[in-house]
């Protein structure tokens, strides 16, 4: 109950006073209510009123406290305000009388001021503790303390939670990465005291970035808790699983006799990963791979450990996923230079380091060359030139990829605008580049920079690119085609549904890849697949351009079933554009004695 004006006028200055400077801590509380029991008794004689009066004046102004109060004597509780008979649960009879020390265990009072709060705990009514700091001050008499309590469970509360979330994955319960990193390396040192071995498997699921993106965040959890009951039902009650980012989770293994043992666990967890998921009665189907390195025999370091079963991991991504790998010190010396390579490749663009060269397509009909596909080429200072297989993988990883590509297409076509024949410019664009959320307006505004026509600029998109989200894939095309550009897919027949991309995905060409070709010679098979290609891209009115052609009889049996165009060192090896305009007459003429042979 807050004080009335009546009371406030008994003691203005005090009650005002003590209204503004409580809240600041429990110390202000104290030294406020010390001085107001001095305030009352001096205004109580001054003003000749009784101190019965004054006492109860200033009860009605400490119980208006949140903080709980004691007035104790002789180590006994003399009183107590409201606020402190709700923290202890009891009601303020109960409590008076009650030695000090059973409601605070351990609460000593010397003679000193105690200026700092100290933490203890309330006894309850019902034996149970609650957490308090407390403070206190001897009264102006010196025949007792006045002491404050603050609950602090709230605070505790919120302090466990916050503990809790730096160390566990709110999301799944399970170990973080820091506090997995702690568990292995107390783990690693009991063994280096003891002997013992470790394995530590790092999980990830293959194409979890795919499913968020189709299936929405709320589904991607679904898998994600999922994927962690799966995991701890897998491994035994000794061993731990963590989370530790995205779609990463970690498993420690203690006690392992041998690395046959780490190899089951892994197998069971492929095993158990692959079956479906269930999400809102819809199966989902996904894998893992899992990356493995063992303790002392590849790390003594939990960091190390981490790493090296991390790059493992990465080997068997790059294998064909759903596998798991265990380290080898090669993938550490492959991993540094990989490193190594990242560097230079975030300065290789910004120092020129980078060009295109061009080679053509030909018509298989007349010869003619009817246009050129870009293709990157890095010449490292001190390495010399890089293969692209070594490179645009590793753009891809690192995110450089993207203002790549934009290069790519910028100077492709602003080449291409200026040559005299108005030949089409073929331009691969990567995943990341496809689904990057400004694609079409960079394809606008290189258009219009350039001045290139837009039916001269044909993009080139594999088919691993629309799988990950068709809907969205589809609109993307389909706004691209809008421009007037040409859509072409490119590895045509290494995905998993090329008949139905045909009919849905506004393309203008598929390109055959060159994998079908390297056989056909002497592969019935291959060339009957290049056959049924030709014929269901004819029937669907779309253009064939087949890759890779190195030999006359390649050619002669495209031209034989009735291919569109052809590219590849037989009819024209890659050149820069500088060398385009005096090597296109000795292409053209050799392109036409192919073709007439063919014919």
């Known amino acids: 109950m807050i004080p009335s004006p009546t009371e406030r006028i008994v003691m203005p200055r005090a009650a005002e006073l003590f209204m503004q400077e409580y809240s600041r801590g429990l ?39 949140f903080d709980g109060l004691i007035f104790e004597r002789d180590g006994r509780i003399a009183e107590v305000n409201q606020a402190m008979c709700r923290l202890a649960g009891s009601a303020g009879p109960t409590l008076v009388g009650l030695r000090l020390v059973d409601l605070i265990p ?25 957490p308090v700091e407390v403070l ?51 783990t690693l040192a009991v063994c280096e005291r003891g002997g013992g071995t470790v394995a530590l498997l790092v999980v990830d699921l293959d194409r979890f970035g795919a499913l968020h993106e189709t299936h929405g965040p709320a589904v991607a959890e679904q898998i994600l808790l999922q994927t962690a009951r799966r995991l701890t039902g897998t491994i035994r009650a000794s061993d731990t699983v963590a989370r530790l980012e995205r779609d990463t989770f970690a498993i420690m293994q203690v006690g392992t006799a041998q ?27 996904l894998t893992a791979s899992i990356g493995i390195a063992l303790y002392p025999s590849d790390a003594t370091k939990a960091p190390d450990l981490l790493r090296h079963a991390s790059r493992a ?19 550490d010396l492959q991993t540094r230079r990989k490193r190594s390579l990242e560097s230079d490749l975030h300065a290789a663009l910004n120092a020129g380091q980078f060009s295109l ?62 040559w005299d024949e108005p030949a089409i410019i073929s331009v691969n664009l990567s995943p990341a580049q496809f689904i990057h959320p400004g694609i079409v307006d960079t394809v606008a505004e290189v258009l219009r920079q350039t001045g290139l026509p837009p039916w001269r600029l044909e993009l080139e998109i594999t088919e ?29 027949g290494t995905g998993y549904s090329s008949l139905s991309y045909l009919r849905k995905f506004p393309f203008d060409k598929i390109k055959i890849d060159r994998s079908f070709l390297s056989d056909v010679e002497n592969d019935t098979e291959a060339e009957i697949i290049v056959h049924a290609i030709i014929a269901m891209s004819r029937s669907l009115r779309l253009d064939v ?24 060192y037989l009819l024209g090896r890659p050149c820069p554009a500088d060398q385009l305009e005096q090597r296109t007459s000795a292409i053209s003429r050799a392109a036409e004695r192919h073709v007439a042979r063919a014919t």
């Open 27 to 65: 110390a202000a509380l104290v030294g406020l209510v010390c001085g107001l029991l001095l305030a009352a008794r001096r205004f109580g004689r001054h003003r000749g009123r009784r101190p019965a009066d004054e006492a109860r004046r200033l009860r009605t102004l400490v119980d208006t406290t």
């Open 106 to 130: 351990g609460l000593v009072l010397p003679a000193r001021i105690q200026d700092q709060p100290t933490e203890h705990a309330v006894v309850l009514q019902d034996g149970q503790t609650h």
């Open 136 to 186: 206190w001050r001897a009264e102006p008499d010196g025949n007792g303390h006045v002491i404050a309590v603050r609950d602090i469970s709230r605070q505790r509360a919120a302090e466990s939670k916050l503990e809790r979330l730096v160390r566990f994955d709110p999301l799944t319960g399970l170990a973080n990465r820091e506090q997995f990193l702690q568990q292995l390396q107390k």
């Open 259 to 285: 690395a046959s043992d780490t190899a089951t666990l892994a197998d069971r967890i492929l095993t158990e990963m692959s079956l479906p998921f269930l999400v809102d009665e819809h199966p989902v189907t």
């Open 313 to 331: 991991l990465r080997q068997a991504k790059q294998d064909g996923r759903a596998r798991w790998r265990l380290f080898e010190l090669r993938m």
């Open 357 to 418: 060269n061009y080679q053509p397509f030909i018509s298989i009909c007349s010869g003619d060359i009817t246009g050129y596909e870009a293709l990157l080429r890095w010449d490292h200072p001190q390495r010399g030139r890089i293969p692209p297989s070594d490179f645009i993988p590793l753009a891809e990883e690192c995110g450089l990829i993207v203002p790549i590509g934009i290069w790519v297409l910028e100077t492709a076509c602003a080449e291409a605008a200026s």
């Open 464 to 492: 691993s690119t629309l799988m990950d989200d068709t809907r969205n894939a589809l609109r993307v095309l389909t706004a691209l085609k809008a421009l007037g550009v040409r859509i072409a897919m490119d590895d045509f």
């Open 545 to 568: 351009t087949a890759e890779g052609v190195e030999t006359q009889p390649q050619l002669d049996m495209l031209q034989a079933h009735g291919c569109t165009f052809a590219q590849g």
